[in-house]
């Protein structure tokens, strides 16, 4: 019982250090999308843009994470792997999704993003980022 309880602990803590490196990894990913630093931005100056943006990378990372794990195997080793794989997958995806959006409409959204007003692109890219999430949990279950 005891082993049972240290090897669940362990399997937690690999997966708690996953996800916080892929949340660290999703939030680099957002300010190199937008000018500025993102911590200022949101903190400091309380940006609802760059905020929103950032909230669907956490969640879309946190879909994409819970679902491969609850989806690996009794093997460690292999769901770890499999989480990371998945985790990466979805940071580039969303970031591709933000590329594109950014391309096929007008102006930078990286700077419709610093604005201080709320714009109505961040939706679509913060939607964009579930989805995909969704998506990707939907393949992995």
């Known amino acids: 019982m005891l082993h ?73 080793l292999v769901g770890l792997v499999g989480t990371v794989v998945y985790g990466l997958l979805g940071l580039i995806l969303m970031s591709l999704s933000f590329l594109l959006i950014d391309a096929i409409t007008p102006g930078k959204l990286g700077d419709e993003l610093a604005s201080p007003d709320m714009h109505p692109a961040t939706w679509v890219s913060a939607s964009a980022h579930l989805v995909i999430a969704v998506l990707m949990a939907a393949s992995i279950y």
Do not use: C, H, K
């Open 4 to 76: 049972e309880l240290l090897a669940g602990l362990f399997a937690a803590v690999a997966y708690g250090v996953i996800g916080v490196a892929m949340m660290a990894l999703g939030y680099v990913l957002v300010d190199l999308a937008t000018p500025g630093r993102l911590r200022d931005l949101i903190w400091v100056q309380r940006n609802p843009n760059a905020a929103l943006l950032l909230v669907s990378g956490l969640l879309g990372v946190g879909i994409i994470l819970t679902t491969a794990i609850m989806a690996s195997s009794n093997d460690l």
